[in-house]
């Protein structure tokens, strides 16, 4: 997930990981090329598929989802159909090459679904402008966001995957998937064939289900449970729940298979925290006349909704809690950074031609990569520094934004990506959100007269931040997946190369399209938008506060102060005192604090729904669960993100959506109108 959550640290011994989690070779066929073209085209082709759901993903929630799971499935049906076909090896190795195709190529939409559309709804990029119009300023972004944060990632190996051994649990279920796919043996064949007839079917499923619901959406999209019951036993305020805070149950697929691999305390505790947001104090405020409803960003003197209102204390709780898990592990960081300047300082011997000074001590003592598989420091430090310097240009002279705004922006997305990298790691939610708001605050006063400049710099060195983040993220799970199967780093980052080619060719055509079906998107005040783009609302708005536009209500900052206390507290208690046999059920206050944040229930609702079917799978059957649950988790999130696009191609073409006005809720004369 982009904003991605929780699971216990673990951490193992050398000899244990050597032992346990590494590929024996014996196991498996030999493989002399690990990178191939025809794995990393596939993989790139699936990953293209899993963009188009994170677009729709991300417009609904600001989350998104990794490619890994389904590169690794689905590259695994059709790599070994083509090397039957060819007479050729197909092993793990290259397998890992094709799902890092697909994350690569499925990752990169984090600006599409934030910062980019706020500038629109702001009017930053012109008066009356529309994405057609900033092709080519959007494209170059693109290619920038896809590079660079690949290359900051590649140092940052030594510390999380080998020093820390993080979990990571998507590249880790990535990596465990591959293994039980390629070990020999017809239960190896079996498996690998229930999952692909797992993950067809529930693509199948999921799609056929989105796509029927554009015509019956009173059926198949949204329930209005708690409306009708409460009409029918007379009680305005059940009803309430439903029509004023939209507290309904929809059918989102995507947020079932999503809730089955979310750990249990982070499903839980984001629905904790919509519920205290949006189901008792936002109520309760809003009948003291305190608040003035649910959703919006009213203008000064108008009173704050529960969005505005909620948005400081969500996004402060997931900042401390971020940075108190970077302070937690000091030592292992700190000795990163050492070694990281290390190797800068010899790539400059190394130019210089002077003799490189040893810095075998501060390198991990047990990484099972042979050196020559490893990527040469050379490598990753002129790609940081070409993709550097296109970045600084990009941002100068297609968004105006100036020069030491973007090298700050650039020098903190380093510091920022421990973040990101610390919490997937350990939770496997990526808290690209928190990251953006800490760079918003910090750019939040830059010396400029006007205001357009001031907040599209706020608003696009964020951008650059979370993209930091997120690619990071994406290329450190891809090497964590590679250490546990004894695979190439190099390979890895040659796939990530080709994937990101993919992903520039597919993000704006994606982009276009969904915001020339809903124009929501990008404008304010539209009702009835599918997409209430909960990222993009608050990325504009923390940028409105922070650059003058708005205030901070006092309460909501005390209440803010406070939680951030409480996120220093709770992670030292939950790293330094509670039992390693408890975490799974601590509770994560970084969902919580997403909970606040996010004003649509249905989608904690969906995931609680998804999570419980999963644990009751579990419970009644184990084996299957273990077997399937990811395949049929990643179905699920790819047959909605692809019915979104139908969708939107049928809006664009004038196929008239809601032909069947059954269940629809609560139109004003009680007729069923959808």
Known sequence: MSEKEEFPSEKYEADTVKVEEHVEDDDFVHEEQQFTWRSAIVGSLLGCIVAASNLY????????FGAALWGSIFGFLILKFISRITGTIFGPKENAVCQTAATSAGGLSSGFVTAIPAMYRMGLMGENAVPQDDIPALLLWTASAAFFGMFFAVPLRAH??????????????????????????????????????????????????AVTGHFIPGLFVDLHILFYFGRAVGSSAIANADKVWQWTFNWDWAFFGAGLMTPGNTVYSFLLGELIA???????????????????????????????????????????????????????????????VHEFRNSIRKFQKKAIVD???????????????????????????????????????????????????????????FVGLQASGETDINPTGAVAKVTQLVFSRIPDPS????????????????????????????????????????????????????????????????TTAYPCVLQEGIKDCPFEAPAVVAWANVCKILTGDGTVPKSSLTLTIVLCALAIVNVVVRVKFLPDSWKPYWINLNALGLGFINPSPAIPVAMAVGWTAGAIWKRFGSNSHQRLMYSV?????????????????????GVDGSVVKVGCGWPENDDAVC
């Open 633 to 653: 988790s990643a179905g699920l999130i790819a047959g909605v993100g692809i019915a979104g696009l139908i969708n939107a191609a049928m809006t664009i073409g």
């Open 278 to 340: 949006f189901g008792i104090a936002g109520p309760l405020m809003t009948d003291a006349g305190i608040l003035s409803g649910r959703g919006g960003f009213n203008p000064p003197p108008m009173l704050d909704s529960a969005q505005s209102w909620f948005l400081w204390p969500g996004v402060g709780v997931m900042v401390f809690t971020a940075f108190s898990e970077l302070g937690a592990n000091y030592k292992s960081i700190f000795l990163a950074c050492k070694a990281a």
């Open 57 to 64: 993903l991300g417009l609904k929630i600001g989350w998104t």
């Open 160 to 209: 999380f995957v080998i020093n820390q051994n993080l979990v990571f649990p998507t590249p880790r279920a990535a990596a465990e998937t591959i293994k039980s796919l390629h070990r020999a043996g017809s239960a190896a064949a079996k498996d690998a064939r229930d999952s692909g007839i797992a993950m067809a079917f529930t693509f199948i499923w999921a799609m056929l289900w």
């Open 451 to 514: 205001i357009q400049v001031v907040q599209k710099t706020n608003l696009m060195c964020a951008n650059i931040a979370a993209s930091v983040c997120s690619q990071s993220v994406d290329m450190v799970g891809d090497l964590k997946t590679a250490q546990l199967l004894n695979a190439s780093p190099r390979a890895m980052l040659w796939a990530q190369l080709v994937g990101s080619v993919f992903a520039i060719a597919i993000a704006m055509p994606l982009f276009l399209l969904y």
């Open 359 to 417: 810095g075998s001590h501060l390198k991990p003592t047990n990484d099972p990569i042979p050196t020559h598989e490893q990527i040469p420091t050379s490598w990753w430090v002129g790609g940081l520094f070409i993709s550097g310097i296109w970045t600084v240009l990009v941002m100068r002279f297609n968004f105006h934004v100036p020069v030491y705004a973007t090298i700050g922006a650039i020098i903190i997305s380093f510091f920022l990506a």
